[in-house]
């Protein structure tokens, strides 16, 4: 059985492996598999969400187990002082409850797609609960993700819009068309995340077509950022008048 997992969380898809100082935990969760739950975020421990188990027994003990955990650490609590839980870190994390501190069994660890984890903690604590899956990736889907990238955001269609405004300041028609054309799809798109502000219209429309290509939707979203009338002179002003 493959010791890399499929994590869908929300709209983000990652990558995780099983930690081999944590056998009996990674045996208990295998058990599970496909597993499916919700995440929401925790109240006491930091930047990190949780799935709360109540008193499920898993018939497990202390293995591997930390009350700091990395970004990207899974852990799974086996209950006692505190009910059982699985830890989601995407962040700093002190693990704790009401009772105090505490520390949970460290047993899956994210392999790709880190640079996503920050935006689905955001996501769950202003959006609330999201749902999760856990399944094994066997070889035939690692084998067809090799080389692709799972470090892109999926954007709604609202977030591209957010993206286009901070990207380019004006424009106004371009938020409209993206908006417009984005809804007909029903779907979300996905596209890097700007490292700055600074970005051209051309650097936008080139990393994009890149990220999605041969994306009718995005064409036709880039097509109404041209339509505007902004040139790449006007745009840098905008931003040193901001």
């Keep these: 059985m493959s010791n890399t997992l499929l994590i869908t969380a929300g709209p983000f898809q990652f990558l995780a492996e099983f930690e081999a100082d944590a056998p009996q935990t990674v045996q208990a969760f295998r058990k599970l598999l496909p597993y499916e739950q919700k995440l929401i975020h925790v109240r006491w421990s930091g930047e990190g969400l949780w799935i709360p188990l109540g008193t499920t027994d898993l018939g497990l003990s202390f293995e591997n187990h930390t009350a700091h955990p990395s970004a990207g650490q899974i852990l799974l609590y086996p209950g006692g002082f505190s009910e059982t839980e699985i830890l989601f870190c995407y962040g700093g994390v002190a693990f704790a409850s009401k009772m105090g501190a505490l520390a949970a069994n460290h047993f899956l660890s994210i392999t790709a797609g880190m640079s996503n984890l920050r935006a689905l903690g955001e996501k769950v604590l ?45 424009c106004p028609r371009a938020i409209v068309v993206a908006h417009e054309c984005i809804a007909d799809t029903r779907s979300t798109i996905s596209l890097p995340r700007p490292e700055t502000t600074q970005q051209t219209t051309g650097d936008l429309i080139v990393n994009s077509t890149q990220a999605i290509a041969n994306s009718q939707t995005l064409n036709r979203a880039a097509s109404g950022l041209l339509a505007g009338g902004i040139s790449e002179d006007e745009h840098n002003t905008s931003l040193a008048a901001a």
Excluded: H
């Design 126 to 170: 202003w959006e609330g609960a999201q749902p999760v899956r856990f399944e094994s990736a066997d070889e035939d889907f690692l084998v067809e993700r090799d080389g692709q990238s799972f470090e892109l955001m999926p954007l709604t269609s609202f977030e591209v819009c957010s993206r286009i405004r901070c990207s380019v300041q004006v």
